[in-house]
């Protein structure tokens, strides 16, 4: 991608996802490293990771503002068939939305099978309490070696996943 130079610090990550077709980026040849990922991108991401596999398309969507026409629809249906995304309890899916940090904890916990975990009893990081809706799956995330959180002890599970970053 001409905007990510070798030197960029997540160069080798975001060559790797572009080699295995999980990241396209845009049209004009650019990666957009410093943007947030969107919602509907983050559905492709893994899809796309997961190998593309076959979705039966149903012709109504689960989620109230995702028409079937949507450019993301099979990714987003197959992330919903698999329960990594549940959606918000509006019926909506909010595809155009950031997608912050806890929730792509979630997606790789998810993704990986929901697998069998004891989270510490004492946080690894500052601003990620026991009785954080994600704690598991950060968590599990950072015990998998894909985080490292923030130089500072933080997770900042509130803040959005730059495509850099994923």
């Known amino acids: 991608f001409k905007d990510v130079p070798r030197d960029h610090p997540f ?3 975001i060559e790797w996802m572009r080699a295995r ?10 990666f957009r490293p410093n943007a947030a990922v969107n919602r509907d991108a983050m559905a492709a991401f893994f899809y796309r990771a ?18 079937t026409d949507n ?11 698999r329960q990594i995304d549940r ?12 997608m ?4 792509m904890a979630a997606y790789f916990y998810r993704m990986s099978g929901s697998p069998q975990y004891t989270a510490p009893s004492t946080p690894s990081f500052s ?5 954080h809706p994600y704690y598991k799956e950060i968590e599990w995330m950072k015990a998998q ?13 509130e803040g959005s996943v730059n495509r850099d970053a994923m």
């Open 11 to 13: 160069y080798k990550e």
């Open 21 to 30: 077709g999980i990241t396209t980026g845009w049209s004009d040849g650019t």
């Open 50 to 67: 997961a190998g593309s596999p076959h979705v039966d398309l149903p012709a109504t969507s689960h989620f109230s503002d995702v028409s």
């Open 71 to 81: 450019q993301f629809y099979r990714e987003i249906t197959w992330i919903a068939a």
């Open 87 to 98: 959606g918000y309890p509006d019926g909506t899916f909010r595809p155009l939305n950031n």
């Open 100 to 103: 912050d940090r806890a929730t």
């Open 127 to 131: 601003d990620v309490p026991l009785n």
């Open 145 to 157: 070696g894909i985080t490292t959180g923030w130089p500072d002890g933080t997770y900042r599970p």
